[in-house]
C-alpha cells in the first residue's frame, strides 16, 4: 500500500465504486475524523468507524473494510489501529499513519484516565454495575450488526458462509484465537485459489 502523493489525488476512485473520484483527506479532516470516532466508539468503536469511513466520508467500499478489518485483526495490536494506520498510509505515507493514530487514542486515553479512577471509587455501588451490564449489551448489539453487514459485503458462496460459521463455532467452543486465525485463513487461501470462495 503506497502513499497517497503517488497513488490518490482529487480524481481518485471511489472505494466504494471504483469509478466516482474522491478528493484525497488532509490532515487535518483525517485528524479530526479519526478524534470524533475515538470520541464516539462507547461499547466499541468499529461501528462507529466503519459508518464514518464507508457510509459518511466514503474512503473505502464495504468489501474494502472488510478485507482491511481482517488483515488489522490477524496481526499484532488492536484491529481498529492497525486499520487506521493502513488507512492513514495509504493517503499520506508514515505522517499519515501517524496522524490517525494519535487522533484515534488521544481522547479516548486521556478520558479513560478519568473514568477509570472514578469506576475504582464507585464500581461496587448496584446502579454502577448495572450500568455496565446495559454498555456491555450495547456493545456487543453494535458489534454483532457490523459483522453481519461485513458478510453481506462478501462474495456470496457457501465456502464463504461455511468458513464464518466454522469461525463462530470454534471461538465459541474456545478454540485459541491464533489457532482459528491461522486455520481460516489458510483455508481461504487455498479456496481462493481454488476459485470457490
Not at 64 to 85: D, H, M
Not at 110 to 131: F, G, H, N, Q, T
Not at 156 to 177: F, I, N, Q
Request: proline fraction near 7%; aromatic fraction near 8%.
Amino acid at each position: 500500500m503506497s502513499p497517497a502523493p503517488d497513488d490518490h489525488g482529487p480524481d481518485a476512485p471511489d472505494a466504494s465504486t471504483g469509478s466516482a473520484p474522491v478528493a484525497v483527506p488532509s490532515h487535518a479532516t483525517l485528524f479530526w475524523t479519526f478524534l470524533k470516532i475515538g470520541l464516539s466508539g462507547f461499547g466499541g468503536v468499529l461501528p462507529f468507524a466503519r459508518r464514518a469511513l464507508v457510509e459518511k466520508h466514503r474512503w473505502l467500499g464495504e468489501a474494502e473494510f472488510a478485507e482491511l478489518l481482517s488483515l488489522g485483526q490477524s496481526l499484532p495490536g488492536p484491529n481498529i489501529v492497525n486499520l487506521v494506520v493502513m488507512l492513514g498510509y495509504r493517503y499520506h505515507g508514515v505522517a499519515g499513519a501517524l496522524n490517525c493514530v494519535l487522533a484515534i487514542l488521544l481522547a479516548p486515553m486521556a478520558l479513560v484516565l478519568v473514568l477509570v479512577s472514578v469506576y475504582a471509587e464507585y464500581a461496587d455501588l448496584p446502579w454502577v454495575r448495572r450500568m455496565m451490564a446495559g454498555i456491555a449489551a450495547a456493545a456487543a448489539g453494535l458489534i454483532l450488526t457490523m459483522g453481519v453487514r461485513m458478510v453481506r459485503a462478501q462474495p456470496k458462496r457457501a465456502a464463504m458462509y461455511v468458513m464464518v460459521a466454522a469461525t463462530v463455532a470454534a471461538k465459541l467452543a474456545g478454540a485459541p484465537l491464533l489457532a482459528v486465525l491461522f486455520v481460516v485463513t489458510g483455508a481461504g487461501l487455498w479456496l481462493n485459489a481454488r476459485s470457490a470462495i
